[in-house]
């Protein structure tokens, strides 16, 4: 498929060299494209193409927009107020649940690598499960906002495209049909709630971001606006002085609603920049700072909306994959800053920040340098009978520049169970198909 970036270009100048193709485009657009393009577009979305002539010319006018003006005005005026804000979200959230103690399961290093793969699929199939209970009708994965400061203040569902969109972009991993239903669910969820000219927003009292727009433009590649990059001017545009995407994409009637050090370049933001619009010299700049920082070094500290340099190399790793050849000249480097972020018995830190090394060590070809065994192991001895994961800490504004009651995280037992099966299945597919490094393995430290 051709990139997004010039996708509509690219259709203009095939039509002007190709008088054939021409009369296909203005007759059967939809067949057209599909062909041109090896997509199959959504039937509910309606193809035309006009040509203008030296006695013609068309007007196209962008569609209305989905909120009334009552409705906008109260999401400018409502912008600090927690009333409007809990307008945005469901009841009140449980409190987390802890993980039961589970009864010691004998040692990786005494079951068959190809036992433990058929226990990771099971394991993979109870997630699966969990996740189809979680998610609603709408195809909307549902997440929580909660305080990391402190615990007693309410806990709330949300359920913001952007956390649809991470998700699945997780369980794209996975074969299994549930997994491919779930995520075709999310896929109409995304579709339903995109602004043109293909732009999302997280809560409707702020602006429309980067980070959800990249992402959720991931998961729709096909949507025809995605697909011929009605948004690329719009990303570009978002740009600082240096090159770098910005989060918030700001109207220039956009009210106050940001605090001037809101306004920041943010490396996953750009890295999922760079997964969108690929390898182009609109985003060198981006990849440059990206590889700046890895390469040096100063990861630390330098993501305002993820909690740990483990979720910024598994977004730059994504990154990698899906705009090849970006950033490729951080493979290396990138595989030894992800193993030395073990501690001394080996381990990553938590379950989510695990699947997530693992995943990205997955993206980078070096999944083999880990002990792919005891990693299935713990991921499995971490899941509950449900077929869930537990709530843990996934992006959230980390500073405390808001105090205490500002500091905000976000995460839900379906949040970290897609990271979890992702890593499973990629863990399942070492242990199937490759040789397994053990701990006598020489290039674990």
Not at 158 to 175: D, G
Not at 197 to 221: E, F, K, N
Not at 289 to 315: F, R, V
Request: charged letters at 25%; proline letters at 6%.
């Amino acid at each position: 498929m051709k990139n997004p970036i010039d996708a509509a270009d690219y259709l203009a100048s095939r039509a002007g060299e190709d008088s054939d193709f021409r009369e296909r485009l203005l007759a059967t657009p939809r067949k057209a494209i599909e062909e041109e393009f090896g997509v199959t577009l959504a039937e509910d979305h309606e193809i035309h193409v006009h040509e203008e002539t030296y006695a013609a010319t068309h007007v196209v006018l962008p569609p209305r927009s989905k909120f009334s003006e009552a409705e906008r005005n109260e999401a400018r005026t409502g912008a600090a107020s927690l009333e409007f804000l809990r307008k945005t979200m469901h009841d009140p959230a449980p409190p987390i649940r802890r993980l039961a103690t589970k009864p010691a399961t004998a040692p990786a290093s005494t079951v068959t690598r190809e036992a433990l793969a058929d226990a990771g699929t099971d394991s993979i199939r109870r997630g699966l499960g969990f996740l189809q209970s979680t998610i609603d009708e709408t195809g909307a994965w549902h997440c929580i906002r909660f305080n990391v400061a402190d615990p007693d203040i309410p806990r709330h569902f949300e359920r913001p495209p952007f956390v649809s969109a991470l998700c699945t972009l997780a369980l794209e991993s996975c074969t299994e049909a549930r997994a491919r239903a779930i995520c075709a669910a999310t896929r109409a969820y995304l579709a339903d709630t995109i602004e043109y000219p293909g732009l999302w927003r997280y809560y409707r009292h702020l602006p429309q971001d980067l980070d959800s727009t990249t992402l959720c433009s991931l998961v729709i590649g096909t949507h025809p606006w995605i697909l011929l990059g009605r948004n690329v001017p719009r990303l570009l545009g978002n740009r600082d002085e240096e090159g770098r995407f910005m989060t918030w994409v700001l109207a220039e009637d956009e009210p106050g609603v940001l605090s001037p050090f809101r306004i920041e370049a943010d490396p996953v933001v750009n890295a999922n920049a760079i997964a969108y619009l690929g390898d182009h010299p609109e985003t060198r700049n981006a990849q440059r700072w990206l590889e700046a920082l890895i390469a040096e070094g100063n990861l630390d500290g330098s993501s305002k909306w993820y909690p740990d340099t483990i979720a910024i190399h598994y977004a730059v790793t994504r990154a990698m994959v899906r705009a090849r050849p970006a950033l490729e000249r951080l493979r290396p480097i990138l595989a030894d800053r992800i193993l030395g972020l073990r501690d001394d018995e080996g381990e990553f830190g938590n379950v989510l920040q695990t699947a997530q090394a693992m995943s990205a060590l997955y993206n980078i070809g070096n999944l083999e340098r880990i002990d792919a065994k005891r990693q299935v192991e713990k991921l499995m001895n971490s899941q509950r009978e449900d077929g869930s994961w537990p709530e843990l800490l996934a992006f959230g504004d980390q500073s405390l520049k808001w105090g205490a009651a500002g500091r905000i995280g976000h995460g839900s037992e379906s949040v970290t169970s897609a990271f979890c099966i992702e890593a499973l299945v990629r863990l399942v597919e070492i242990l199937k198909t490759r040789r397994i490094c053990g701990s006598d393995c020489p290039m674990i430290t």
